[in-house]
């Protein structure tokens, strides 16, 4: 399984910036998909993520009604839309992928969950 990402760069305050992750080498229905942050100095974090079955989402408090995860399933592609952002979302972005069947009791966000971590894209908000 390989998780590309591609879409990271600088931009100033109040600007947006989309994230895309090309997925490839797994073939499963039922699977959940996502983005993690780490800024500089602090641990990683879950940002936003999506399950197929059912479309069910995660944000974080700190990126909710600003940034829209969305999955396209004919293309093995996630993006992340990022607007309105502030210099504390600057970070290194990770996609990451679970393929395991769960019922996910521990929430989208628990980050044991997911096995698979692209190379990451950094993002850089300028104020």
């Known amino acids: 399984v390989q998780l590309v990402e591609s879409g990271g760069g600088l931009v100033q305050a109040g600007g947006s910036l989309r994230l895309s992750c090309a997925v490839s080498?797994?073939?499963?229905?039922?699977?959940?998909i996502g983005w993690f942050r780490q800024a500089p100095g602090k641990g990683r974090e879950a940002v936003s993520c999506?399950?197929?079955?059912?479309?069910?989402?995660y944000y974080a408090d700190s990126v909710k009604g600003r940034f829209t995860i969305s999955s396209v399933d004919a293309k093995n592609t996630v993006y992340l839309q990022m607007n309105s952002l502030k210099p504390e979302d600057t970070a290194i972005y990770y996609c990451?992928?679970?393929?395991?069947?769960?019922?996910?009791?521990?929430?989208?966000?628990?980050?044991?969950?997911?096995?698979?971590w692209g190379q990451g894209s950094q993002v850089t908000v300028s104020s």
């Open positions: 999506i399950r197929s079955t059912d479309g069910t989402t």
């Open positions: 990451v992928l679970d393929i395991n069947p769960r019922d996910y009791t521990r929430g989208l966000d628990y980050i044991h969950y997911y096995d698979y």
């Open positions: 080498g797994f073939t499963r229905d039922d699977y959940t």
